[in-house]
């Protein structure tokens, strides 16, 4: 049974979605249309290929994008403004593992479409300035982002971070308002409010719920964080900062 469509907000954008979203705010449309759609319809699985690795499979043109996910499904993300999911199985739709697909892989897809510069990455909003933190899979952007969200700042986003560049300065737009953490980052953090949902997938992780209330602000600075044995800051020339960032 398809539920009502309902509207939310997130990556600053009007999102129009049958699939229900509790991690983000609902809002009233005020006969608004939608910036994107998201509907369940007929997606085409991926084939399987020889270059493909792990659990998802993705093909991409510039206007759209298909990814498979085994024991998910597939959804494919056209024009930056619809996102179409399809199940393996309909038990997968009230899965946290279905809703991270959607609103961080489908919604990556979705930013570029609309012309953003989307990093993997955490956003930590400073004195009214954005500080963007990159690095590898284990980099510790999370943590990072937790431990400023621990001392009264604002985190803006966590995984998936959109720029858009159509306002003068770029802006980091608020991405979906929960942080996903390995459980030891949390104890260490002393963080008691963190939750593990049903039906997520892969390693164990916990989530910690951010605010609401946020909104684009202008970017500052990207931080790449590396392991080493001291803390401090290294500039990189601009040529290593760009190809920081095309990694």
Same mark, same amino acid.
């Given at each position: 049974?398809?539920? =009502?469509?309902?509207?939310?907000?997130?990556?600053?954008?009007?999102?129009?979605?049958?699939?229900?979203?509790?991690?983000?705010?609902?809002?009233?449309?005020?006969?608004?249309?939608?910036?994107?759609?998201?509907?369940?319809?007929?997606?085409?699985?991926?084939?399987?290929?020889?270059?493909?690795?792990?659990?998802?499979?993705?093909?991409?043109?510039?206007?759209?994008?298909?990814?498979?996910?085994?024991?998910?499904?597939?959804?494919?993300?056209? =024009?930056?403004?619809?996102?179409?999911?399809?199940?393996?199985?309909?038990?997968?739709?009230?899965?946290?593992?279905?809703?991270?697909?959607?609103?961080?892989?489908? %919604?990556?897809?979705?930013?570029?479409?609309?012309?953003?510069?989307?990093?993997?990455?955490?956003?930590?909003?400073?004195? =009214?300035?954005?500080?963007? %933190?990159?690095?590898?899979?284990?980099?510790? @952007?999370?943590?990072?982002?937790?431990?400023?969200? @621990?001392?009264? !700042?604002?985190?803006?986003?966590?995984?998936?971070?959109?720029? +858009? %560049?159509?306002?003068?300065?770029?802006?980091?737009?608020?991405?979906?308002?929960?942080?996903?953490?390995?459980?030891?980052?949390?104890?260490?953090?002393?963080?008691?409010?963190?939750?593990?949902?049903?039906? !997520?997938?892969?390693?164990? +992780?916990?989530?910690?719920?951010?605010? !609401? !209330?946020?909104?684009?602000?202008?970017?500052?600075?990207?931080?790449?964080? @590396? =392991?080493?044995?001291?803390?401090?800051?290294?500039?990189?020339?601009?040529?290593?900062?760009? %190809?920081?960032?095309? @990694?």
């Amino acid at each position: 049974m398809v539920a =009502n469509p309902t509207s939310y907000s997130v990556y600053a954008l009007h999102v129009l979605s049958t699939l229900p979203l509790p991690e983000v705010p609902v809002i009233n449309s005020n006969g608004r249309s939608p910036d994107v759609q998201i509907r369940a319809g007929d997606v085409d699985p991926v084939t399987t290929e020889s270059n493909d690795t792990g659990r998802r499979r993705v093909r991409v043109t510039r206007n759209n994008c298909r990814m498979t996910y085994e024991g998910i499904g597939s959804v494919r993300v056209t =024009n930056g403004d619809t996102v179409t999911y399809s199940l393996s199985e309909p038990s997968v739709a009230e899965t946290k593992a279905l809703r991270r697909v959607i609103l961080n892989h489908a %919604f990556a897809a979705v930013l570029l479409q609309r012309g953003l510069l989307v990093l993997h990455a955490s956003a930590v909003l400073i004195d =009214n300035q954005v500080a963007v %933190f990159l690095g590898h899979r284990t980099a510790g @952007k999370s943590t990072t982002a937790a431990a400023f969200c @621990k001392c009264g !700042d604002q985190v803006l986003g966590d995984d998936v971070i959109g720029i +858009r %560049f159509d306002m003068g300065a770029p802006q980091v737009v608020p991405g979906v308002p929960e942080i996903r953490l390995a459980p030891d980052a949390v104890a260490e953090l002393g963080i008691n409010d963190a939750v593990e949902p049903t039906g !997520d997938r892969g390693p164990e +992780r916990l989530y910690c719920r951010l605010s !609401d !209330d946020r909104s684009p602000a202008a970017l500052y600075r990207c931080y790449r964080l @590396k =392991n080493a044995e001291s803390v401090e800051l290294v500039s990189q020339s601009r040529t290593e900062s760009f %190809f920081t960032l095309l @990694k």
